[in-house]
């Protein structure tokens, strides 16, 4: 599945994800609830080049400057609803011009009132830290893999020579995690926690084999035919660990060292001609076997895009997933230009729409505003490139970002 906005999406010359920071939203005087974005890049706070907003579905747009990727406005209609318009300006050294990542936020302040919006460019170098991994000889030819946040790396130490590395992250506060094996084989079998590392320019950390403890497994399984079923796990719900397993088995935290705020990720997708449907489900402990037998409807008819008279224009129906405990959440499209250096990603949550059995959404011309350009305006798209309806067990739009414990979301998408 691609994922934009809350999802990861693997583009030409970067990778956009999109992640939100929890936190209560009050103006800085206590007073009314603050709509607060903040732009980095590779984690880093970072302005971007071009933010508006607009308050309320039938407000103005103003433009907005960021302070180290902060960006803050009151909303003030009386619907609660805003929009944002993100523009994010990298260079394609293979086109050697400058492309555009655009996102699109519809949405209301009672659902999303706080984001973090990572803009992953590889292209650009900033890795301000380090973590520096010095292992005990135990470790030579073992497989191994270390996580600190979106951050992590495979690693094998071959010789005397090979029992120091260097970890590139980001400042900040995560656990950092390393699972390896002691058979010399590539399965892992051992885990090593360490909760909230502190990284700031660089860290040292002794490691050796007494600093682990088994890893334990499960099965995530499904009596469904034809569907892919697995799993994950957020440790301290912020860095994704994924060990290399035998076979179909599932890695568990054990209880001695599990934490509330660790959350085993279960999945099951299936893919028929074209078009994904899936779950994601959260939970803290898992039994020795979960069963994931429930899939969203695959009925849904495509949406339509229209350029008129160069005004775009979304079209769609509503979408049931058919699962009693779900309600969709919102609707993602990507449109993108023919050369690849200009791509939209909007996303309109339910709230922001309202209950309707059909939609309309026409791309917004912010042509009034003195730090627009035309060329983020998609007068040529003529088709989209992935479309998607989001499903969830909770009205909280947060927890897509910020998933808890018994939180699940489903999807169709194509």
């Given at each position: 599945?691609?994922?934009?906005?809350?999802?990861?999406?693997?583009?030409?010359?970067?990778?956009?994800f999109v992640s939100c920071i929890p936190g209560q939203n009050v103006g800085d005087d206590g007073g009314p609830e603050q709509i607060v974005i903040n732009t980095l890049v590779n984690?880093?706070?970072?302005?971007?080049?071009?933010?508006?907003?607009?308050?309320?579905?039938?407000?103005d747009w103003n433009e907005l400057t960021g302070s180290l990727?902060?960006?803050?406005f009151t909303p003030e209609a009386e619907d609660g609803n805003y929009?944002?318009?993100?523009?994010?300006?990298?260079?394609?050294?293979?086109q050697n011009k400058y492309g555009y990542d655009i996102e699109i936020i519809n949405a209301n302040k009672d659902e999303l009132a706080t984001l973090n919006m990572n803009f992953e460019d590889w292209t650009v170098e900033t890795n301000p830290a380090t973590i520096n991994v010095n292992f005990s000889y135990d470790f030579l030819n073992n497989y191994t893999a270390m996580f600190y946040g979106i951050y992590h790396t495979f690693y094998t130490p071959s010789g005397n020579d090979d029992l120091s590395y260097e970890l590139p992250v980001v400042n900040g506060t995560k656990d950092f995690v390393i699972t390896t094996t002691t058979d010399y084989d590539l399965y892992h079998d051992s885990?090593?926690?360490?909760?909230?590392?502190?990284?700031s320019g660089e860290v040292t950390k002794n490691i050796s084999v007494s600093d682990f403890v088994t890893l334990e497994t499960f099965s995530a399984t499904s009596t469904l035919e034809g569907v892919n079923v697995w799993s994950e796990i957020l440790v301290g719900g912020e860095t994704l660990v994924f060990p290399y397993l035998e076979g179909y088995s599932s890695a568990k935290i054990p209880n001695s060292i599990l934490d509330s705020s660790d959350l085993h990720i279960l999945v099951i997708s299936e893919n028929e001609s074209d078009l994904y449907?899936?779950?994601?489900?959260?939970k803290n402990s898992v039994n020795s076997t979960e069963y994931m037998n429930t899939l969203p409807s695959s009925t849904w008819a495509e949406p339509v895009l229209t350029n008129d008279s160069n005004v775009v224009s979304l079209s769609w129906n509503n979408y049931d997933s058919g699962i009693s405990t779900h309600e969709t959440r919102a609707y993602q499209f990507e449109v993108q230009s023919s050369d690849y250096l200009r791509k939209w990603y909007i996303t309109n949550t339910t709230g922001w729409l309202g209950s309707s059995n059909s939609y309309n959404y026409n791309m917004p011309d912010l042509?009034?505003?003195?730090g627009w350009q035309d060329i983020w305006?998609?007068?040529?798209?003529?088709?989209?490139?992935?479309?998607?309806?989001?499903?969830?067990?909770n009205s909280n739009f947060d927890l897509y970002f910020n998933p808890i414990d018994g939180y699940e979301y489903g999807y169709i998408s194509k």
């Open positions: 599945m691609k994922k934009f906005l809350f999802f990861v999406l693997i583009i030409s010359t970067a990778v956009l984690e880093i706070e970072t302005n971007v080049k071009f933010f508006a907003y607009k308050d309320g579905k039938s407000g990727g902060r960006y803050a929009s944002v318009f993100v523009v994010y300006e990298y260079y394609n050294q293979y885990i090593y926690i360490d909760r909230d590392l502190e990284v449907t899936g779950i994601y489900k959260y042509s009034s505003l003195s305006y998609p007068e040529n798209v003529t088709e989209f490139s992935f479309f998607s309806a989001i499903t969830s067990n």
